[in-house]
């Protein structure tokens, strides 16, 4: 497709249908909780599976219609009310001239980690440019926003500074991420280097997925597991809230409307209070989070919107368990400032009879719960 085409087509997205996750950000009174899942295209899909068979996976990202394609299957399996954009948080090593590769049954490989600092200079071009590097992820957007045809809003997302940097170092997953954090140990100066730079150029992926049609953007800090609270507040708090701000003013910059951020720092229960205190407007919430802390959390910051946090793995359970934890979760969290997900993302082997349940059975419960506290707010006005 031209650049003028694109433009054009920008310029003219359909009406939205669905805005309720949009409505649960701005703390807004709602019919039902609004649920999206994390990973919600992908393996456990079969359809996934059968495209993933003739693509392989960086493919799939890099073309428009594929993404397209695969950010609607879960779609028009269950009533979700948000997609999220089919891509990678690796996209942005790569977008740098990284060499990433995603090796079947182990996930991505980088062919050369950065070793010592000096490795910098060599493998990260810092002259590359979102707009130019990723065009590919907004072209995918602006054609997806379109063929959503206002069923529910389309999320942008991107990795966090932290995270990207641990995958740039360690070349793959890791258990410990231990050679990451050798470089905030014996690399500061260097390491605060690489992670502004990259901040700069995440504030301007988030910020064109934004021009090209995202409704929402969620930014995935899933590395926090292995830093303890001194490093989390060194190495990746700061530029947590530069992107937060930076996205924001830059969409000031060109009157662009402005889309609500979502922060999902992964395992940071050491944080939570810095977190809700960010100027994201939702934070993600991981399954391990305790009901105590979800307790204090929402007492303490009532303007924040929560999301999460069924465990994954409960997806295994029985329907009728199942319900019984949902049902305790919405209790939890309540119906307002609310946005129902899993805890992290859903695995390839999640039970997909159960996804659905899970989906109707937020819907359900959550539009008696409101329904009756808004009879019971009847009754008592008319005492
Ligand atoms: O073979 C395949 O098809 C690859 C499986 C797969 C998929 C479906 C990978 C490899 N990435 C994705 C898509 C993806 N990744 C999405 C798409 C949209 C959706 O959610 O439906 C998103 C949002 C991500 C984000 C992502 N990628 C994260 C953050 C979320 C999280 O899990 O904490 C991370 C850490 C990655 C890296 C990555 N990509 C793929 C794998 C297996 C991994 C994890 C590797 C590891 O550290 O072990």
């Known amino acids: 497709?031209?650049?003028?085409?694109?433009?054009?087509?920008?310029?003219?997205?359909?009406?939205i249908k669905n805005n309720l996750i949009l409505r649960a950000c701005r703390g807004e009174p709602l019919e039902r909780v609004p649920i999206w899942i994390m990973r919600q295209a992908g393996r456990y899909l079969p359809?996934?599976?059968?495209?993933?068979s003739?693509?392989?996976?960086?493919?799939?990202?890099?073309?428009?219609?594929?993404?397209?394609?695969?950010?609607?299957?879960?779609?028009?399996?269950?009533?979700?009310?948000?997609?999220?954009?089919f891509s990678d948080i690796l996209v942005v090593p790569q977008a740098l001239g990284m060499q990433v590769d995603m090796i079947a049954k182990e996930g991505p490989r980088f062919a050369h980690p950065l070793n010592v600092p000096a490795d910098i200079k060599l493998r990260v071009d810092r002259s590359k440019q979102a707009s130019v590097e990723l065009k590919y992820v907004y072209d995918?957007?602006?054609l997806t926003r379109h063929a959503l045809n206002g069923q529910c809003p389309l999320i942008g997302f991107s990795g966090a500074p932290w995270?990207?940097?641990?995958?740039?170092?360690?070349?793959?997953?890791?258990?410990?991420?231990?050679?990451?954090?050798?470089w905030l140990y014996t690399y500061v100066e260097e390491s605060h280097d690489l992670l502004q730079f990259l901040t700069h150029?995440?504030?301007?992926?988030?910020?064109?997925?934004?021009?090209a049609g995202a409704q929402l953007l969620q930014l995935f800090e899933s590395h926090c597991g292995c830093l303890n609270y001194d490093l989390f507040i060194r190495f990746s708090l700061p530029y947590l809230r530069q992107i937060a701000k930076g996205v924001r003013e830059a969409l000031?910059?060109?009157?662009?409307?402005?889309?609500?951020?979502?922060?999902?720092?992964k395992d940071a229960h050491y944080a939570l209070d810095e977190l809700c205190s960010s100027s994201f407007d939702v934070v993600g919430l991981d399954w391990s989070i305790t009901r105590k802390q979800i307790r204090s959390i929402r007492d303490k910051y009532p303007t924040v919107t929560l999301q999460g946090n069924l465990d994954p793995c409960a997806l295994y359970a029985s329907s009728n368990d199942l319900e019984k934890m949902i049902k305790q979760m919405l209790e939890i969290?309540?119906?307002?400032?609310?946005i129902a997900n899993l805890g992290h993302g859903i695995y390839p082997d999640a039970n997909i009879d159960n996804v659905k349940h899970f989906i109707d059975t937020v819907h359900r419960i959550s539009s008696e719960m409101i329904s009756s506290t808004t009879s019971t707010k009847t009754i008592n006005s008319n005492k």
């Open 140 to 142: 995918a957007i602006t």
């Open 252 to 265: 000031t910059r060109r009157h662009i409307p402005y889309v609500p951020l979502i922060i999902f720092a």
């Open 47 to 52: 359809e996934y599976l059968s495209l993933r």
């Open 163 to 182: 995270t990207l940097m641990s995958y740039m170092v360690e070349g793959k997953g890791s258990e410990t991420h231990s050679k990451a954090k050798k």
């Open 1 to 15: 497709m031209s650049d003028s085409a694109i433009k054009q087509l920008q310029k003219e997205f359909p009406p």
């Open 333 to 338: 969290f309540g119906t307002k400032h609310y």
């Open 201 to 211: 150029f995440i504030i301007d992926h988030l910020v064109e997925q934004v021009c």
């Open 54 to 85: 003739e693509h392989s996976f960086f493919d799939v990202c890099r073309t428009p219609a594929l993404c397209c394609e695969v950010t609607l299957q879960p779609l028009r399996r269950f009533d979700l009310d948000a997609a999220i954009i």
